[in-house]
């Protein structure tokens, strides 16, 4: 039988979460780095579409080929583990100070691969600044303005917005970790993990290992932005809403209602009078 039921899959979660909280901090970086290379990728594959003047629907439908890949491959995203972890901690199978150190080292090398992707595109796409970039380069401009300058137009409820923006995606995006374990087999993981990545993606929704590449590329590719903008308008916001989303709404609601000790303490009988008895009586 393919299908894996939902007790199983959260077991097999909680395995994974305790697997990766014990990786050594070179491989948290390198398996960090290589998924913030193929969310790029995959964005990039975006721009690409959208450019072409197809509809952003088709852009959310091609996107979740990074999260496959970098899922299929055992890869490290910060997101998939601001849900997975959480529920290991409440378990009581890693501690706090494992849980946070993976997500250190796996955010941080996330971020660089990120960059490094975006650097590498915009070398390619302007052959190393020979021109603007386009089509392709007008898109990355306008869509890493909307997610920094944008909401600093806002001021404060711009911070809320990206805030919950984030929220709303990490939920679909942690779905779509947990989706990883519901199949035996390779094309049932695929179909189950695409859905919740399409979804997010479509609603435009604000991840932040993506838009690790995505503002940095429009910086690259000359958009008035600074790292100040970056970081307060979008980064932060969305990073915090991300492990809001991912750790309760995901990891430890599923965790509570699949995978929680029973209470074992006896509770005592009552007779028709209503008197405790005590066991025997």
Known sequence: MDYVLPDEV????????????????????????????????????????????????????????????????????????????????IDQRISAKAMLRNWAW???????????YALLFYAAITSFGANNGAAIGDQVRKIAQAKTLGFAALGVGGWGTA?????????????GTMLAFISRSTIGKVAAMWLPITIFFAHGYEHSIVNMFVIPAGIFF????????????????????????????????????????????AQPVQNRAGVALAAGD
Request: hydrophobic share 60%; with cysteine.
């Open 106 to 116: 796996v955010y941080v090398g996330n971020l660089f691969g990120s960059v490094l």
């Open 163 to 175: 805030f919950v923006k984030a929220m709303l995606c990490n939920w679909m995006v942690t779905v």
């Open 10 to 89: 959260v077991s097999e979660a909680l395995k994974a979460a305790v697997k990766k909280a014990g990786l050594p901090a070179p491989d948290m970086f390198i398996r960090g780095a290589l998924s913030g290379v193929f969310l790029g990728y995959a964005t990039s594959l975006v721009f690409i579409a959208l450019s072409q003047g197809l509809p952003g629907l088709v852009g959310a439908i091609i996107f979740p080929v990074g999260f496959v890949i970098l899922v299929l491959l055992g890869l490290e995203l910060a997101t998939g583990n601001f849900a997975l972890l959480p529920a290991a901690l």
């Open 222 to 265: 000359g958009a008035p932005i600074s790292l100040g903008d970056w970081w307060w308008w979008n980064q932060i916001p969305v990073t915090f809403g991300n492990i809001v989303a991912g750790a309760l709404f995901t990891g430890i609601a599923f965790w509570y209602t699949y995978a929680r000790k029973p209470e074992t303490a």
